[in-house]
């Protein structure tokens, strides 16, 4: 509030003597004083943001869009050649597998290979490990995420 106050004195008494000024020259008054009015609300316009910088800086990256159906996507997910098991597909058997890891209090970066196997059955710790995932590991896989939980406390099931 202080600095608007500061600046209308501030134009008030650079305004007076320019008007007068102007006045002396032959300037018509309303038409002095109109334009220093004009001219100090340029100056206020000038000074404000027309940008909003309360975000952070850089902005971040907009959001790669991928064409096509995911259903599309997936079904060309296991190489039919070599059986090698596609990027998309593991990520999704992966993310799968740890939310049933996480159910039973385990995350499947830091969990034994006995205690995953115990939960999702045996092989399924080397499955999601392996370097490339196969068709029948991928097969095993998805048998064990279908059945049902292994209850983690077998005295009250």
């Given at each position: 509030m202080r600095r608007w106050i500061v600046l209308?004195?501030?134009?008030?008494?650079?305004?007076?003597?320019?008007?007068?000024?102007?006045?002396?020259?032959g300037v018509?008054?309303?038409f002095g004083i109109a334009w220093i009015l004009v001219f100090a609300a340029a100056l206020l316009i000038a000074q404000q943001s027309f940008l909003d910088e309360s975000g952070p800086w850089p902005p971040p990256p907009p959001e790669q869009v991928q064409r096509g159906s995911e259903v599309s996507r997936l079904a060309w997910a296991v190489d039919a050649r070599t059986g090698v098991?596609?990027?998309?597909?593991?990520?999704?058997?992966?993310?799968?597998?740890?939310?049933?890891?996480?159910?039973?209090?385990?995350?499947l970066e830091n969990a034994d290979?006995?205690?995953?196997?115990?939960?999702?059955?045996?092989?399924?710790?080397?499955?999601?490990?392996?370097?490339?995932?196969?068709?029948?590991?991928?097969e095993r896989l998805l048998r064990a995420l279908e059945a049902p939980p292994v209850p983690s406390n077998p005295e009250r099931a």
């Amino acid at each position: 509030m202080r600095r608007w106050i500061v600046l209308v004195v501030l134009w008030i008494a650079v305004g007076v003597p320019v008007a007068l000024l102007l006045d002396f020259l032959g300037v018509p008054l309303p038409f002095g004083i109109a334009w220093i009015l004009v001219f100090a609300a340029a100056l206020l316009i000038a000074q404000q943001s027309f940008l909003d910088e309360s975000g952070p800086w850089p902005p971040p990256p907009p959001e790669q869009v991928q064409r096509g159906s995911e259903v599309s996507r997936l079904a060309w997910a296991v190489d039919a050649r070599t059986g090698v098991v596609g990027i998309p597909l593991r990520r999704r058997v992966s993310a799968l597998a740890d939310r049933r890891l996480r159910e039973h209090g385990l995350s499947l970066e830091n969990a034994d290979a006995a205690a995953v196997d115990a939960i999702l059955g045996p092989g399924a710790h080397a499955a999601l490990i392996v370097a490339e995932m196969r068709r029948p590991d991928l097969e095993r896989l998805l048998r064990a995420l279908e059945a049902p939980p292994v209850p983690s406390n077998p005295e009250r099931a």
